[in-house]
């Protein structure tokens, strides 16, 4: 298989290319079509040498992954299927916000291998890792339809790693695909611009200190073992007292934060019990709690709690003096919102 040229950082590209008896600076003209204007028709680039297209041409695969089904929400929040060369598929979720903010949501895996009871994509099974030139793939091919389709001035400003897939299991690819998006001569996406998201695997967390210095989410959602563990059977593995003890190791600039997700249930996790099981385990300083409702979905054994019920939890949080915002439900009518991320081709109901 031909390798792609989105899965070479710039440094990466450069010393293949003199690997290659092609020019170094040949990368840096490159990388400048592809990621600062989305062009990837090479034949048609007027500074890149005959011998350097070629070799794409013949040795390299420059085609992204194809989009195969997209769904807008009526708040704007727009879902892809991403189909990849194997025909494998994952969603991508777009999500607005204010002052032009428009972050994507990136799958990092067909499938997840944690099964979490209460996601919609633990229920898959994990089919395989995406490598880095299909995460970054997926950016570029849904950061493209965005500028064709809807003007030059929707452009992507900020990625989660929250899709389908345990980012952190599939560690090197989702690095590389990072040093990538953060690349001050492509894409230059800035630390605080990207956040990660982990169901809290103990061994690569402690490995953080060798990634790019972005944002961490940790998935809580419980503060005592056993419940976590109905949640996240990962619990059973690394547990709260294994999982705090790595936390302490990730290398965190001034006035950061880790946040920790918290997705509320009704009338399991949302109790007075939780407040405080939650004040005693979470450092005040360096954490930050995001409440995220349950999101039903077809067959889900769990509810979403009362609006009322979501406030008192959160003002309970803050008047203990922790951080703690409520995230807002989006895309909900595409079932794009957390959680609810599965490829869903043969529901004929999302097609539009
Ligand atoms: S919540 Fe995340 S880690 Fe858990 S099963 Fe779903 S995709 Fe995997």
Known sequence: MRPSLFSYSLIDLRDYFVSQGLAKFA??????????????????????????????????DITLPK?????????????FLVQMSDKQTVESVVIPAKNNRLTLCLSTQVGCAIGCTFCHTGTMGLKRHLGAGEIVGQ???????????EGPETRL????????????HNFDNVKNATIIFMEDHGLCLGQRKITLSTSGLVPQIERLSDFPPINVAISLHASRDDMRTELMPINKVYDLKRLFSAIQKIPLKAHRH????????????????????LSRLLPRKVSKVNIIPFNEYPGSKFKRPSDERIIWFQKSLLAKGLITTIRATKGQDILAACGQLKSELETPNLWN
Do not use: C
Request: proline share 2%; glycine share 8%.
């Open 27 to 60: 990368a840096d003209q490159v990388y400048n079509w592809i990621y600062r204007k989305y062009n990837f028709d090479f034949e048609s680039w007027p500074n890149v040498s005959a011998k350097v297209k070629a070799h794409i041409k013949n040795e390299m």
């Open 67 to 79: 989009i195969v089904w997209k769904g807008l929400s009526e708040d704007g929040t727009r879902k």
């Open 139 to 149: 950016f570029m091919a849904i950061g493209s339809w965005l500028l064709q389709e």
């Open 157 to 168: 400003t900020n990625i989660v790693y929250m899709g389908q897939g345990e980012p952190l």
């Open 258 to 277: 880790i946040t920790y997700e918290y997705l509320l249930i009704k009338d399991l996790n949302d109790g007075q019990e939780d407040i405080e099981g």
